[in-house]
């Protein structure tokens, strides 16, 4: 489309950041890290704590504006754009579009979020018949993440769990390209964290999923590739098996450097 920069990508990179950066006050939160995501991966981003992944994750969908660096989404250049456009270019993430309403239902949550997907703007006020085309849907979703025998309960009564869930259904609803996932299973119990992992890996066939996760049985378990951040910086990328074995990963993590055997 004329007008919009474009940048030579490789053809099976969705998404990429080149060398983005944020200060705050004179300190540098995110320093120079780039990223490319291929089609259809599950892309995690890890790191131990204060290392950057929050800030980082927020330069990606905008809600923080980078210092410097820039932002492609499918060649397409996407930095400064507001989150709202960024959405409507098909990539999301879990907290912007599926805030839960917590004085409407579980079934109306959703029910909401597929009206969106159909183009139009939420809309509380909709005559409950022009709603109720979306139930089967909605409640196909809610299955899926196994809220359906909650699906006429308030949002604000049912629990911290179930609300992490509805949050990735009202996601799943509007059927984006890219997911953007903070902390899928935060909160989960054992069996929950379970489930959540099989249905991120089910419905990221045919898309691409962006995840900041602390669990690292999740990670191992579903990701394609990890990036590692540390101090704001790239600290390595790769297969969950390459990071694990780079020694600047154990030493971040670990505070120690992997044993050497003597030759």
């Not at 996407?78 to 004085?103: C, W, Y």
């Not at 969106?116 to 979703?141: Q, T, V």
């Not at 949050?167 to 909160?187: H, K, Y």
């Not at 959540?196 to 590739?225: C, P, Q, W, Y």
Request: glycine share 8%; charged share 25%.
């Amino acid at each position: 489309m004329a007008g919009v920069p474009r940048a030579p990508m490789q053809p099976d990179i969705i998404l990429e950041a080149r060398s983005l950066g944020r200060d705050f006050n004179g300190f540098t939160a995110v320093d120079k890290v780039s990223l490319a995501v291929r089609k259809g991966d599950i892309h995690a981003i890890i790191g131990p704590n204060g290392a950057g992944k929050t800030t980082f994750f927020n330069l990606l969908t905008s809600f923080i504006k980078p210092s410097r660096g820039q932002v492609f989404l499918d060649g397409a250049e996407i930095t400064g754009k507001s989150p709202a456009e960024i959405a409507n270019l098909g990539m999301v993430r879990s907290f912007q579009i599926s805030a839960v309403f917590g004085h409407l239902t579980v079934l109306q949550n959703v029910r909401i979020a597929l009206q969106k997907r159909d183009g139009g703007a939420p809309n509380f006020w909709s005559a409950n018949r022009l709603l109720e085309r979306y139930n089967e849907r909605a409640l196909e979703i809610l299955r899926l993440v196994r809220l359906d025998s909650a699906a006429d309960r308030l949002a604000v009564e049912i629990a911290y769990g179930q609300k992490r869930a509805l949050e990735l259904a009202t996601t799943i609803a509007l059927e984006p390209r890219v997911i953007l996932l903070d902390e899928p299973t935060q909160g989960m119990g054992h069996e929950d964290v379970e489930h959540i992992m099989a249905l991120v890996k089910s419905f990221a066939a045919g898309r691409t999923v962006v995840m900041v996760e602390h669990n690292m049985k999740v990670v191992a378990g579903i990701s394609d590739r990890i990036t590692v951040l540390a101090r704001g910086s790239e600290l390595a990328s790769g297969t969950y098996a390459e990071v694990s074995a780079n020694e600047a990963v154990i030493e971040a993590y670990m505070g120690r450097k992997k044993h050497r055997s003597p030759n």
